[in-house]
T-cell receptor, first 111, second 118 residues
Framework: SQQGEEDPQALSIQEGENATMNCSYK?????LQWYRQNSGRGLVHLIL?????REKHSGRLRVTLDTSKKSSSLLITASRAADTASYFC???????????FGKGTKLSVIP | GAVVSQHPSRVICKSGTSVKIECRSL??????MFWYRQFPKQSLMLMAT?????????EQGVEKDKFLINHASLTLSTLTVTSAHPEDSSFYIC??????????????FGQGTRLTVV
């Protein structure tokens, strides 16, 4: 299985601080994606990083990918209370059209 | 971005009855849709891949007679939980990719359906 494993499972920070979440996976990938899920809702795509990329930015989000360590990190800078949600990484293999999700990190940003 | 709409958002049914959940791609055609199940505070587990005009592909351990999937058009896939039991209570989510964006791109998710079987 190439299911990702996020850590930490839960993270609580003050508004304005940075939040870092990590994801590890087991097999080779075509890309890794990060999604956000508000409680009881569907998932929203945040960012996609391909296997030949090392870093990607989107607004306050910064994603890194280390294929040698089979790991990725998601950094949210200057966090806001509205960032409170669960964050999942998902991997997609070269020969697959499916996404395999990690267990997620529950982020709480305290105003 | 593309929109995937899922209905209903919540459903409560009696044990032994069947429940149908719809997943629609609103502004694109999806030959493939995916159905996931999510237990409280856990990750998404892929149940099946829905293929337009052909049989769905089920993941290991998912009962195809229990979870009937129909993908009769390029914009609609349905998941029917047959003879539902309390252990089927869960959060079900569908997703699809917009083929116009090419392969290996982001997935668009429905809002999810909270099923409670009493």
């Amino acid at each position: 299985s190439q299911q990702g494993e996020e850590d930490p499972q839960a993270l609580s920070i003050q508004e304005g601080e940075n939040a870092t979440m990590n994801c590890s996976y087991k097999t080779s990938i075509n890309n890794l994606q990060w999604y956000r899920q508000n409680s009881g809702r569907g998932l929203v795509h945040l960012i996609l990083i391909r296997s030949n990329e090392r870093e990607k930015h989107s607004g306050r989000l910064r994603v890194t990918l280390d294929t040698s360590k089979k790991s990725s990190s998601l950094l949210i800078t200057a966090s806001r209370a509205a960032d409170t949600a669960s964050y999942f990484c998902a991997t997609e293999g070269a020969g697959s059209y499916q996404l395999t999700f990690g267990k997620g990190t529950k982020l709480s940003v305290i105003p | 971005g593309a929109v995937v709409s899922q209905h209903p958002s919540r459903v409560i049914c009696k044990s032994g009855t069947s429940v149908k959940i719809e997943c629609r791609s609103l502004d694109f055609q999806a030959t493939t849709m995916f159905w996931y199940r999510q237990f409280p505070k856990q990750s998404l587990m892929l149940m099946a891949t829905s293929n337009e005009g052909s049989k769905a592909t089920y993941e290991q351990g998912v009962e195809k007679d229990k979870f009937l999937i129909n993908h009769a058009s390029l914009t609609l896939s349905t998941l029917t939980v047959t003879s539902a039991h309390p252990e089927d209570s869960s959060f079900y989510i569908c997703s699809a990719r917009d083929p116009r964006q090419g392969k290996f791109t982001e997935a668009f998710f429905g809002q999810g359906t909270r099923l409670t079987v009493v």
